[in-house]
Protein backbone atom coordinates (compact mmCIF):
# COMPACT_ATOMS: atom_id res chain seq x y z
CA UNK A 1 0.00 0.00 0.00
CA UNK A 2 0.83 3.72 -0.88
CA UNK A 3 -0.27 6.40 1.14
CA UNK A 4 0.21 9.69 -0.55
CA UNK A 5 -0.74 13.11 1.27
CA UNK A 6 -3.38 14.66 -0.96
CA UNK A 7 -4.25 18.48 -1.77
CA UNK A 8 -6.01 20.12 -4.73
CA UNK A 9 -6.67 23.68 -4.68
CA UNK A 10 -8.81 25.54 -7.35
CA UNK A 11 -10.08 29.32 -7.40
CA UNK A 12 -14.11 29.41 -6.45
CA UNK A 13 -14.07 25.72 -5.20
CA UNK A 14 -13.34 23.70 -2.08
CA UNK A 15 -10.18 22.64 -0.97
CA UNK A 16 -10.21 18.70 -1.42
CA UNK A 17 -7.16 17.86 1.59
CA UNK A 18 -6.26 14.40 3.38
CA UNK A 19 -4.76 10.92 2.12
CA UNK A 20 -5.31 8.63 -0.34
CA UNK A 21 -4.15 4.85 -0.21
CA UNK A 22 -3.34 3.51 -3.00
CA UNK A 23 -3.60 -0.82 -2.83
CA UNK A 24 -0.66 -2.57 -4.18
CA UNK A 25 -2.88 -4.88 -6.97
CA UNK A 26 -6.18 -2.18 -7.42
CA UNK A 27 -9.30 -2.94 -8.35
CA UNK A 28 -11.73 -0.73 -10.32
CA UNK A 29 -13.62 1.00 -7.49
CA UNK A 30 -12.85 4.23 -5.09
CA UNK A 31 -14.07 5.30 -2.09
CA UNK A 32 -14.19 8.28 -0.19
CA UNK A 33 -14.02 8.48 3.38
CA UNK A 34 -15.56 11.75 5.45
CA UNK A 35 -14.98 12.20 8.97
CA UNK A 36 -17.41 13.14 11.60
CA UNK A 37 -18.60 16.48 13.30
CA UNK A 38 -15.70 16.51 16.36
CA UNK A 39 -12.83 14.50 14.12
CA UNK A 40 -10.96 14.99 11.05
CA UNK A 41 -9.48 12.83 8.22
CA UNK A 42 -6.96 11.44 10.69
CA UNK A 43 -9.65 9.62 13.14
CA UNK A 44 -9.04 5.96 14.61
CA UNK A 45 -12.19 4.29 12.55
CA UNK A 46 -11.67 6.34 9.41
CA UNK A 47 -7.50 5.38 9.29
CA UNK A 48 -8.55 1.57 10.36
CA UNK A 49 -11.66 1.47 7.40
CA UNK A 50 -9.19 2.89 4.59
CA UNK A 51 -6.64 0.54 5.21
CA UNK A 52 -8.90 -2.48 5.49
CA UNK A 53 -10.81 -1.20 2.11
CA UNK A 54 -7.23 -0.85 0.65
CA UNK A 55 -5.83 -3.72 1.46
CA UNK A 56 -8.38 -5.62 -0.30
CA UNK A 57 -7.95 -3.99 -3.54
CA UNK A 58 -9.47 -0.55 -3.17
CA UNK A 59 -8.46 3.05 -3.39
CA UNK A 60 -9.69 5.04 -0.40
CA UNK A 61 -9.61 8.68 -0.11
CA UNK A 62 -10.32 9.79 3.42
CA UNK A 63 -10.50 13.94 3.42
CA UNK A 64 -10.78 16.59 5.70
CA UNK A 65 -14.41 18.65 4.73
CA UNK A 66 -14.09 22.37 4.71
CA UNK A 67 -15.53 23.11 8.11
CA UNK A 68 -12.54 21.73 9.37
CA UNK A 69 -10.16 23.12 7.01
CA UNK A 70 -11.15 26.01 8.20
CA UNK A 71 -10.95 25.59 11.64
CA UNK A 72 -8.55 22.44 13.15
CA UNK A 73 -11.30 22.43 16.53
CA UNK A 74 -14.66 22.47 16.89
CA UNK A 75 -17.91 21.43 15.35
CA UNK A 76 -19.34 22.83 12.16
CA UNK A 77 -22.12 25.80 11.81
CA UNK A 78 -24.75 25.39 10.03
CA UNK A 79 -23.04 27.84 7.49
CA UNK A 80 -21.08 25.18 6.81
CA UNK A 81 -23.29 22.27 5.51
CA UNK A 82 -23.66 23.62 2.16
CA UNK A 83 -19.97 24.00 1.36
CA UNK A 84 -18.94 20.97 3.12
CA UNK A 85 -21.43 19.14 0.65
CA UNK A 86 -19.77 21.13 -2.29
CA UNK A 87 -16.54 19.57 -0.80
CA UNK A 88 -17.95 16.15 -0.93
CA UNK A 89 -18.55 16.08 -4.81
CA UNK A 90 -15.79 18.15 -5.69
CA UNK A 91 -13.91 15.16 -4.06
CA UNK A 92 -15.73 12.57 -6.07
CA UNK A 93 -15.10 14.27 -9.44
CA UNK A 94 -11.11 14.70 -8.29
CA UNK A 95 -11.33 10.59 -7.80
CA UNK A 96 -13.27 10.09 -10.94
CA UNK A 97 -10.89 11.93 -13.02
CA UNK A 98 -7.70 9.81 -11.28
CA UNK A 99 -8.79 6.83 -10.14
CA UNK A 100 -12.14 5.18 -11.20
CA UNK A 101 -15.74 5.81 -12.98
CA UNK A 102 -17.03 3.48 -9.52
CA UNK A 103 -16.77 5.73 -6.39
CA UNK A 104 -18.23 4.89 -3.61
CA UNK A 105 -19.19 7.91 -0.51
CA UNK A 106 -19.04 6.91 2.92
CA UNK A 107 -18.74 9.14 5.74
CA UNK A 108 -18.84 9.01 9.90
CA UNK A 109 -21.94 10.53 11.73
CA UNK A 110 -21.81 14.17 10.29
CA UNK A 111 -20.04 13.39 7.32
CA UNK A 112 -22.70 10.52 6.34
CA UNK A 113 -25.40 12.94 7.14
CA UNK A 114 -23.87 15.47 4.24
CA UNK A 115 -22.98 12.89 1.95
CA UNK A 116 -26.65 11.51 1.89
CA UNK A 117 -28.03 15.29 1.83
CA UNK A 118 -25.66 15.66 -1.52
CA UNK A 119 -26.76 11.69 -2.73
CA UNK A 120 -30.71 12.71 -2.28
CA UNK A 121 -30.23 15.52 -4.40
CA UNK A 122 -27.54 14.15 -7.30
CA UNK A 123 -28.79 10.20 -7.45
CA UNK A 124 -26.42 9.64 -10.14
CA UNK A 125 -23.17 11.44 -8.54
CA UNK A 126 -21.99 7.90 -6.92
CA UNK A 127 -22.53 3.66 -7.51
CA UNK A 128 -23.33 3.53 -3.79
CA UNK A 129 -23.28 5.31 -0.03
CA UNK A 130 -21.53 4.03 3.29
CA UNK A 131 -23.45 5.78 5.95
CA UNK A 132 -21.54 4.99 9.64
CA UNK A 133 -23.24 6.16 12.94
CA UNK A 134 -25.97 7.93 10.98
CA UNK A 135 -26.69 10.64 13.15
CA UNK A 136 -30.53 9.83 13.11
CA UNK A 137 -31.61 12.83 16.03
CA UNK A 138 -29.60 14.49 18.90
CA UNK A 139 -28.70 12.53 22.07
CA UNK A 140 -32.37 12.66 24.37
CA UNK A 141 -34.38 14.27 21.58
CA UNK A 142 -35.54 11.15 19.91
CA UNK A 143 -38.28 13.18 18.16
CA UNK A 144 -35.92 15.83 16.02
CA UNK A 145 -35.53 13.41 13.11
CA UNK A 146 -32.71 13.77 10.32
CA UNK A 147 -35.17 11.64 7.68
CA UNK A 148 -36.43 14.29 5.73
CA UNK A 149 -33.96 14.22 2.62
CA UNK A 150 -34.04 10.39 3.11
CA UNK A 151 -37.20 9.75 0.80
CA UNK A 152 -35.63 10.86 -2.18
CA UNK A 153 -32.06 9.06 -2.06
CA UNK A 154 -32.23 6.76 -5.14
CA UNK A 155 -28.43 5.59 -4.20
CA UNK A 156 -27.82 1.66 -2.98
CA UNK A 157 -27.24 2.31 0.97
CA UNK A 158 -25.13 0.51 3.64
CA UNK A 159 -25.81 1.81 6.78
CA UNK A 160 -23.50 0.67 9.93
CA UNK A 161 -24.79 1.64 13.30
CA UNK A 162 -23.83 0.53 17.12
CA UNK A 163 -26.21 -1.01 19.51
CA UNK A 164 -25.94 1.46 21.74
CA UNK A 165 -25.21 4.81 19.77
CA UNK A 166 -27.23 7.93 21.58
CA UNK A 167 -27.41 9.30 18.22
CA UNK A 168 -30.21 6.59 17.08
CA UNK A 169 -29.72 2.72 18.17
CA UNK A 170 -29.93 0.18 15.44
CA UNK A 171 -33.43 -0.69 16.19
CA UNK A 172 -33.98 3.09 15.16
CA UNK A 173 -32.09 3.40 12.63
CA UNK A 174 -34.14 0.19 11.05
CA UNK A 175 -37.25 1.47 11.77
CA UNK A 176 -36.30 4.16 9.17
CA UNK A 177 -34.78 2.26 5.94
CA UNK A 178 -38.65 1.56 4.61
CA UNK A 179 -38.83 5.41 3.78
CA UNK A 180 -35.95 5.19 1.48
CA UNK A 181 -36.86 4.17 -1.42
CA UNK A 182 -34.07 1.92 -2.48
CA UNK A 183 -31.97 -1.07 -1.65
CA UNK A 184 -30.54 -0.83 1.93
CA UNK A 185 -28.46 -3.02 4.40
CA UNK A 186 -27.86 -2.35 8.12
CA UNK A 187 -25.21 -4.21 9.53
CA UNK A 188 -25.46 -3.67 13.65
CA UNK A 189 -22.56 -3.56 16.05
CA UNK A 190 -23.01 -4.73 18.75
CA UNK A 191 -22.05 -3.46 22.65
CA UNK A 192 -20.05 -0.39 20.68
CA UNK A 193 -21.47 3.64 20.16
CA UNK A 194 -21.07 6.25 18.49
CA UNK A 195 -17.28 5.75 17.81
CA UNK A 196 -18.06 2.34 16.69
CA UNK A 197 -14.30 1.19 16.92
CA UNK A 198 -13.86 -0.14 20.35
CA UNK A 199 -10.77 -2.03 22.11
CA UNK A 200 -12.29 -5.37 21.64
CA UNK A 201 -13.54 -4.51 17.85
CA UNK A 202 -10.37 -2.66 16.67
CA UNK A 203 -9.27 -5.59 14.69
CA UNK A 204 -12.36 -7.73 13.60
CA UNK A 205 -14.73 -4.52 12.95
CA UNK A 206 -12.95 -2.84 9.69
CA UNK A 207 -12.79 -6.49 8.15
CA UNK A 208 -15.76 -7.10 8.77
CA UNK A 209 -17.54 -3.72 7.39
CA UNK A 210 -15.13 -4.56 3.84
CA UNK A 211 -16.77 -7.79 4.09
CA UNK A 212 -20.63 -6.65 3.92
CA UNK A 213 -19.83 -3.78 1.72
CA UNK A 214 -18.16 -6.31 -0.95
CA UNK A 215 -21.34 -8.26 -0.55
CA UNK A 216 -24.24 -5.73 -1.04
CA UNK A 217 -22.29 -4.24 -3.48
CA UNK A 218 -21.15 -6.95 -5.22
Known amino acids: MKLERFRDEHPG ?22 HGAGANCESPLLV ?29 LGQCARRDRAGLKRA ?7 VS ?6 GHA ?41 AAVRTRALFVQASRDPFGTHQEVRSVLATIPTETRLVTVEDAR ?5 ESNSTKLPRLIVREFRDFFG
Open 101 to 106: KTIYLG
Open 48 to 76: ALAGAFCSSGTTVLRCDLPFRQARPKGRP
Open 13 to 34: DPTVSGFIHHPTIPSDDALILA
Open 92 to 98: VDLMKDR
Open 194 to 198: HELLT
Open 110 to 150: YGGYQASILVASEPSLVNGLMLLSYPLHPPQQPTQLRISHL
